[in-house]
């Protein structure tokens, strides 16, 4: 089990201007994990991508000067539904050309494809098994894979290989853990869910997908299976699982290194709920970066929790 040293938490907060690619640690790590391909999500496209801060007024006015018309108001059309366009008829090739364009720029050019072909299994499995309310393409590349990749420049920090065995609990479809596994290569994942047919799926679909070398799907209790594995766990995932409460609950003695959470608008009053806990725990919160996905005016947030050192 791997803890992050204060100096480390110090540098993940205080990350460096960017430079331009081949000057920034990011990117010569991402440059040497992601050989090849030749599109690799420098700090410069994430930051403009996903951090609103990074995105100036000016930029947004001028990508809407392209258009004659004013952007249409949102309504209950918006709202995530099964693809309007006779999704009976949507093939994997028309899937695939709407998917990858909804990406966004920060996500590895080598992995777009095999990134698509995950969100199609799921479509299609989701027709007999219910696994997310999210069906057309470009929503599910924005709510989904892109939400999971959010967390990639935390994983290719300053190309240090920080994490190298991440286990996501309560992956589900297998966001963010398999999503993360296709787009870091140097990483080992464990997809873990209580429910039996999930896992199942999940199976069929790293083995198709080829990842078996690196993936293993796991089905059973996170409280349960932490007990005899704790050391072979750097990093836990988890998104759209529980409160954080509930988290820390399941951990009990057993697991206290970092966890990385995506949270929403609930995270401060969820914080709020287990300050004491953490108190008493020795458990503190690392990283609190704030996030914003191309295509979703939600603001999202990245938590990491980690364990102090006596």
Not at 10 to 31: C, F, I, M
Not at 98 to 113: D, M, V
Not at 243 to 252: F, H, S, Y
């Amino acid at each position: 089990m791997m803890f992050l040293s204060t100096a480390r938490i110090r540098s993940l907060q205080e990350k460096p201007a960017y430079h331009g690619p081949g000057t920034d640690p990011l990117n010569e790590g991402l440059q040497r994990w992601y050989p090849r391909s030749q599109e690799f999500p420098t700090r410069d496209l994430y930051r403009r991508a996903v951090h609103p801060a990074a995105r100036s007024r000016e930029v947004q006015l001028e990508e809407n000067q392209g258009s004659e018309t004013p952007p249409p108001e949102a309504s209950a059309a918006d709202t995530p539904q099964p693809d309007a366009r006779q999704p009976d008829t949507l093939t994997w090739e028309m899937f695939r050309d709407r998917f990858i364009p909804a990406l966004g720029p920060f996500a590895p050019g080598f992995a777009r494809e095999t990134l698509a072909r995950h969100a199609w299994l799921v479509r299609e499995k989701n027709q007999v098994m219910n696994l997310t309310r999210v069906t057309n393409p470009e929503s599910m590349a924005i709510r989904h894979t892109a939400d999971s990749l959010a967390a990639l420049p935390l994983l290719a920090e300053g190309g240090e290989q920080l994490f190298r065995n991440v286990l996501d609990v309560g992956t589900g479809a297998g966001w963010p853990g398999l999503s993360i596994a296709i787009a870091c290569p140097h990483l080992k994942v464990t997809l873990l869910d209580s429910t039996r047919k999930k896992i199942d799926f999940l199976q069929t679909v790293v083995n198709e997908l080829g990842l078996q070398d690196r993936v293993t799907c796991v089905w059973g209790r996170f409280e349960e299976w932490i007990r005899d594995h704790r050391k072979e766990v750097d990093l836990v995932t988890a998104r759209a699982v529980g409160p954080v409460e509930r988290l820390l609950g399941w951990c009990t003695n057993s697991y206290f290194g970092p966890m990385l959470l995506w949270k929403g608008p609930a995270a401060d009053g969820e914080l709020k709920a287990v300050e004491g806990l953490m108190w008493k725990r020795r458990l503190f919160v690392a990283l609190d970066e704030a996030y914003q996905i191309p295509g979703d005016e939600a603001v999202r947030r990245l938590i990491l929790i980690d364990h102090q050192r006596k």
